[in-house]
């Protein structure tokens, strides 16, 4: 029962450099988020996916694109990585909004 | 600014004692979430409360829904070193068709043996 799944679990990057982010959950829910969380800051929102082929910009979305690639599937890229992206990134996915959401085990990110 | 703050921010206590963990908005909420985190895990969805004044408890963890449906409260009874984790609330606004849930910063609970 592997519920939510990120990959990869860390990554460093240098500054410029380009990557994407894996999330895939296999609880059959419409929407998928991609959240970072920073020290004393919570979680703040990035992307959103409310169903497959929708895709909304949350708080923080400047810097990131997302692709929901069917409903399984919801990918968070880096086009150009910067020191200010370091941070733990969360994939979470929730078959009704209002009930709570699932989270993944995340994955840290450093930007040199 | 954060739509949700959270208080205190951190909280130190001895293994027995009862902790209270507040969840605070100027904004009404349809439906607001307590989560519990570890280090290196991510968030775990403890409970979601919907009704104003609605009370929900899991063991030894009590939530509360404010009446105007703007604050939430976390009591925990009798604290043991395995309740130690980052407590986050997290909402929906009332009125939102979106699907953006708004976490508060948390509050780190250390229970000590």
């Known amino acids: 029962n592997a519920g939510v799944t990120q990959t990869p679990k860390f990554q460093v990057l240098k500054t410029g450099q380009s990557m994407t982010l894996q999330c895939a959950q296999d609880?059959?829910?419409?929407?998928m988020y991609w959240y970072r969380q920073d020290p004393g800051m919570g979680l703040r929102l990035i992307y959103y996916s409310a169903s497959e082929g929708t895709t909304d910009k949350g708080e923080v979305p400047n810097g990131y694109n997302v692709s929901r690639l069917n409903k399984r599937e919801f990918s968070l890229r880096l086009e150009s990585a910067a020191p200010s992206q370091t941070s733990v990134y969360f994939c979470?996915?929730?078959?009704?909004?209002?009930?709570?959401?699932?989270f993944g085990q995340g994955t840290r990110l450093t930007v040199v | 600014t954060q739509l949700l703050e959270q208080s205190p921010q951190f909280l130190s206590i001895q293994e027995g004692e009862n902790l209270t963990v507040y969840c605070n908005s100027s904004?009404?909420?349809?439906?607001l979430q307590w989560y519990r985190q570890e280090p290196g895990e991510g968030p775990v969805l403890l409970v979601t409360v919907v009704t104003g004044g609605e009370v929900k408890k899991l063991k030894r963890l009590t939530f509360q829904f404010g009446d105007a449906r703007k604050d939430s409260s976390l009591h925990i009874t009798a604290a043991q070193p395995g309740d130690t984790g980052l407590y986050l609330c997290a909402g929906i606004s009332y009125g939102s068709n979106d699907y953006k849930l708004s976490f508060g910063a948390g509050t780190t609970v250390t229970v000590r043996a």
């Open positions: 904004s009404v909420f349809s439906s």
């Open positions: 609880m059959n829910h419409n929407s």
């Open positions: 979470a996915s929730s078959l009704d909004r209002r009930i709570g959401a699932f």
